[in-house]
């Protein structure tokens, strides 16, 4: 995994672990790998009052398996979704989650199935065999807070969810 020039923390070292290797990737109808551009845009995050937030330029990530957001004035890091499955993972995500975090939070109203980890800085989910992670980044000029909290990962998660 290929990150460039962060002036905020992005924690995404368990990304680069689980991405696409626990449930396996998945391939559109062609057989090639279907990227994830199309199920967050920049707009999304501005109907939650994040301005400024612009996707990462395409060296900065593989867009088949993640993809980056970051505040276009100074390329800190906002956001990282990514794609931890598409296969069988036992019809619940909660064993993967559990592998990340002692306590997962089960959050409804998001896919089949949701949860909240990390403090509220991470959040997965799954609708169908889709799965996803999306992590914030760290505000490291404002005491290292959060660029998006939890309700707000959970909102995201609602637009990709409704766009698969």
């Known amino acids: 995994m290929m990150i460039r020039r962060l002036k905020g923390i992005a924690v995404v070292g368990?990304?680069?672990l689980l991405s696409g290797t626990l449930l396996g990737g998945e391939v559109s109808a062609q057989g090639k790998a279907a990227t994830l551009e199309p199920l967050l845009k920049a707009?999304?995050?501005e109907k939650l009052g994040l301005k400024g937030v612009a996707l990462a330029p395409p060296d900065a990530y593989d867009r088949v398996e993640q993809l980056g957001f970051e505040i276009a004035s100074d390329s800190t890091m906002v956001v990282v979704l990514s794609r931890i499955g598409s296969g069988d993972s036992g019809g619940t995500l909660r064993?993967?989650?559990e592998m990340l975090a002692k306590d997962p939070v089960a959050v409804s109203g998001v896919g089949d199935?949701?949860?909240?980890f990390l403090g509220g800085v991470a959040f997965a989910f799954?609708?169908?065999k889709a799965t996803y992670q999306m992590m914030s980044g760290l505000?490291?000029?404002?005491g290292a807070k959060p660029f998006l909290t939890k309700d707000q990962?959970?909102?995201l998660a609602k637009?990709?969810?409704s766009r698969l």
């Open 126 to 128: 799954r609708k169908g």
């Open 95 to 97: 064993p993967v989650v």
């Open 159 to 161: 637009v990709v969810c």
């Open 113 to 116: 199935e949701a949860y909240s």
């Open 139 to 142: 505000d490291l000029a404002n």
């Open 14 to 16: 368990i990304v680069a």
């Open 153 to 155: 990962l959970a909102a």
């Open 43 to 45: 707009a999304d995050f």
